[in-house]
């Protein structure tokens, strides 16, 4: 029985299924909403604010496979909450953490609702393919001046869609892409041609967002679905199909790029980003030095120094999310987050090759979470939506390979 059918018992079949078809919109549009995030609190937290209070009075339960994710991203946050106390000077400092603490309950609410049906999870995927595919279009005109007003969505002559940075507009694409691919290398071929197109635009949202970054997370998880596929499935043809199909979707893939390098701007910012060094990482007080010192000053601070600190005592803001927890959530959010990030990957990893409806979910979502880890390394990614989903992803499957096997017991 779910949340919404414990809830009312006693109302008509029919009136219950609308109810939960009226409750999974809601959620696909949510998700939707993640793709248009241009200043916060954006229209994404306004709208999931109103629907997790509504879902919870409705009944949604957080079971006993989902409640180690809330107790741990509570206890991260209140390392925030701690962290606020070293500052002089609250200014934002409250309202960060009050984002980071919603977007907690975000990836709980995500995964409380896939565990109360994986049937949502297609509905979620397709809701961030459009988000994705509409957020891309609109980094690729700005990028292209399409229209007047077009260069609203770019930043530093790099396509940002509508977002704030495109360094988190192109990681954003990354999971709706391998989704596509999954869908491309198993689904029916009929559906291929339009499944590629969407694929093309978000692929070049990625590549003109010129994110070194975006870049690896879409090379790694690229790389990884296909392994994972391969090892999953046993039969020949369709290792055979996965292997041509695969093929020919970097042969597409690169022919566009190289098509794409022929205009001389696209060209010459590509030659200066494709540096694995930029001048701004090695230089004095550079990303890499900043790291070196942030870690050693956080050594003496166990309660971090508070949010967005760091970026007034230097250059620049972190961009290395473990310096970023240690920094603002202190010494327990760095502890907290590593072993949430440890827990998250075993979680998903025991799980990941068995036969399920919702296993194509958990790994394109397994494998997200291990890309943004790795990119974690040169860029924050605490307020990034999206990472939240893909947490609850993870937990959500989880939990319902429990239920599952709780279900199969006598």
């Not at 499957?397 to 199969?408: D, P």
Request: contains cysteine.
């Amino acid at each position: 029985m779910t949340a919404i059918e414990a809830t009312y018992p006693r109302v008509a079949q029919p009136q219950r299924m609308t109810l939960r078809l009226i409750g999974s919109a809601f959620v696909a549009f949510g998700v939707f909403l993640s793709g248009f995030v241009i200043d916060e609190p954006a229209p994404y937290e306004l709208w999931m604010a109103g629907l997790i209070g509504l879902w919870f009075i409705l009944g949604l339960k957080i079971s006993r496979g989902v409640a180690p994710l809330l107790a741990l991203l509570l206890t991260f946050n209140i390392g925030g909450m701690l962290s606020l106390t070293q500052m002089k000077d609250l200014a934002t400092g409250p309202m960060y953490i009050a984002v980071s603490t919603f977007l907690a309950l975000t990836a709980v609410f995500y995964a409380a609702i896939i565990e109360d049906s994986h049937k949502r999870l297609p509905l979620i995927f397709n809701a961030w393919v459009f988000a994705a595919v509409a957020t891309s279009a609109l980094g690729i005109f700005g990028y292209f001046h399409a229209f007047p007003g077009a260069e609203i969505f770019t930043l530093y002559d790099r396509a940002k869609g509508a977002f704030q940075d495109p360094n988190v507009f192109g990681p954003f694409l990354v999971p709706p892409s391998l989704y596509l691919v999954h869908g491309i290398l198993v689904g029916d071929l009929k559906k291929s041609p339009l499944k590629a197109a969407a694929l093309l635009v978000l692929a070049l949202g990625i590549f003109l967002s010129f994110s070194r970054a975006a870049w690896g997370l879409f090379a790694l998880g690229v790389g990884l679905l296909i392994f994972i596929m391969l090892l999953k499935q046993r039969s020949g043809a369709f290792r055979l199909r996965v292997l041509v199909l695969s093929l020919a979707a970097i042969i597409m893939l690169v022919a566009s790029l190289l098509v794409a390098l022929q205009i001389p701007k696209v060209a010459e910012l590509f030659s200066a980003r494709a540096q694995l060094v930029q001048q701004y990482d090695g230089e004095h007080l550079g990303r890499f030095e900043r790291h070196r010192i942030g870690f050693t000053m956080m050594m003496e601070r166990p309660l971090g120094i508070g949010p967005l600190v760091f970026g007034t005592m230097f250059p620049e803001d972190e961009h290395n999310i473990w310096l970023k927890s240690l920094t603002t959530y202190g010494w327990l959010g760095f502890v907290t987050y590593v072993g949430m990030l440890i827990w998250t990957l075993a979680l998903g990893f025991r799980y990941l090759l068995l036969d399920r409806p919702w296993q194509p979910f958990l790994m394109i979502a397994w494998i997200s979470v291990l890309g943004h880890a790795a990119i974690g390394n040169v860029i924050d990614i605490d307020h990034w939506r999206h990472v939240y989903l893909l947490l609850g992803t993870v937990w959500g499957c989880a939990a319902l390979e429990v239920r599952h096997k709780r279900g199969l017991r006598p």
